[in-house]
């Protein structure tokens, strides 16, 4: 599909007159397109066509309920898994204004009385997420992060010794579950839209499931997502910050968390980057991530007593 006839599909399924249409960068596994209808802007994301999916309309749900929990998400104006509305499965929501680059938001003076606040925001609001009952959003997987990951890594079938000892740490320190809620699966800094107030919408959703809550902090502390800023809680706070915001939080839970998110990042590394050699999907993105197994592996080794 042309962007001329997915313009002229999105004005059939929204009404009104599109124009603006067009690709934003960034987003390895989803397209994003901003556009206006009636001269008002809304963003586009998509799957890439010919991939099957049936995950937005459980996006939208998600939406739903996190926005009736106090979440702040983009206003959801239409979501659907058909691929023959605009050739593959989609969700239109408002435009939030903001920075979403880590780097602009971690560096530039815009955000400079924002950024002591983020880690806190970060806590208020995963803790608004976790209190939404998981039957409200039907479909959503629960599987044990360890387990999926061990067998992930064991498909992909390269040695990583790191990897092994991360693995038996995990297995040997695993504490008690802290309980049973949904989890975004992806909340970190770059999936956070921020203005000079601070966070003002959670994006990328399409890894939600059901688990335990501490994962979701655990991630927003992978070391990855701090971008070359020396602050424990996406590259703008603190631990203690962060769990202000949350509540009661046992600091050895959550550093096993860290742990188990700092792996999974590795082990994803390699599988984005096997998604480029195989020759499946060709992406200069997706062989430059290849390089951070070694990062993690490093980070890793220096994180385990």
Same mark, same amino acid.
């Given at each position: ?7 002229a ?7 009104? %007159? ?12 989803r397209?994003t397109? @901003?556009f ?12 890439p066509?010919?991939v099957?999916?049936?995950g937005?309309?459980r ?10 929990a106090?979440v702040?998400v983009?206003?959801?104006?239409? =979501?659907?898994d058909?691929p023959?509305?605009?050739? %593959?499965?989609?969700?239109?929501? =408002? ?16 955000f400079a009385h924002?950024?002591?606040k983020?880690a806190?925001?970060c806590?208020?609001?995963l803790?608004?997420l976790?209190?939404?009952d ?8 629960e ?9 992930v890594l064991?498909?992909v ?12 740490w995990?297995?040997?320190?695993r504490p @008690? %579950?802290t309980?049973?809620?949904i ?6 800094n ?5 203005g000079p107030?601070?966070?003002r919408?959670?994006l990328?959703?399409?890894?939600a499931?059901?688990?335990d809550?501490?994962?979701?902090l655990?991630w ?8 070359g ?10 631990y203690?910050d ?7 939080v046992d600091?050895?839970d ?12 590795g ?6 980057? %096997?998604?480029?050699? @195989?020759?499946?999907?060709?992406s200069?993105?997706? =062989?430059a991530?290849?390089?951070?197994v ?5 980070d ?6």
């Amino acid at each position: 599909m042309t962007s001329p006839e997915l313009a002229a599909a999105l004005g059939r399924r929204l009404g009104g %007159s599109i124009d603006g249409l067009r690709r934003l960068s960034g987003g390895a596994s989803r397209e994003t397109w @901003s556009f206006r209808r009636q001269g008002v802007p809304l963003i586009l994301r998509r799957d890439p066509p010919g991939v099957p999916s049936k995950g937005m309309t459980r996006e939208a749900d998600l939406f739903r309920a996190a926005a009736a929990a106090g979440v702040p998400v983009p206003d959801l104006i239409d =979501a659907g898994d058909d691929p023959e509305i605009l050739g %593959s499965a989609f969700l239109v929501t =408002a435009h939030v204004e903001g920075e979403t680059i880590p780097r602009k938001i971690l560096r530039d003076p815009e955000f400079a009385h924002a950024r002591p606040k983020l880690a806190r925001q970060c806590g208020e609001i995963l803790a608004r997420l976790h209190t939404v009952d998981p039957a409200a959003v039907p479909g959503l997987e629960e599987t044990d992060q360890l387990a999926q990951f061990r067998a992930v890594l064991d498909g992909v079938g390269h040695a990583h010794p790191a990897f092994e000892l991360a693995f038996r740490w995990l297995e040997s320190h695993r504490p @008690s %579950s802290t309980g049973r809620a949904i989890v975004h699966g992806d909340f970190r800094n770059g999936n956070l839209i921020v203005g000079p107030d601070g966070v003002r919408a959670v994006l990328d959703w399409e890894l939600a499931h059901v688990g335990d809550p501490l994962e979701d902090l655990g991630w927003l502390c992978v070391k990855a997502w701090r971008f070359g800023v020396d602050r424990p809680v996406g590259g703008f706070g603190t631990y203690e910050d962060l769990v202000a915001g949350y509540g009661v939080v046992d600091v050895d839970d959550l550093r096993w968390w860290e742990v188990l998110g700092n792996l999974k990042w590795g082990i994803m590394c390699i599988v984005q980057t %096997s998604a480029h050699t @195989s020759g499946a999907v060709r992406s200069v993105e997706l =062989a430059a991530i290849g390089r951070r197994v070694c990062e993690v592996e490093w980070d890793l080794l220096e994180m385990m007593p």
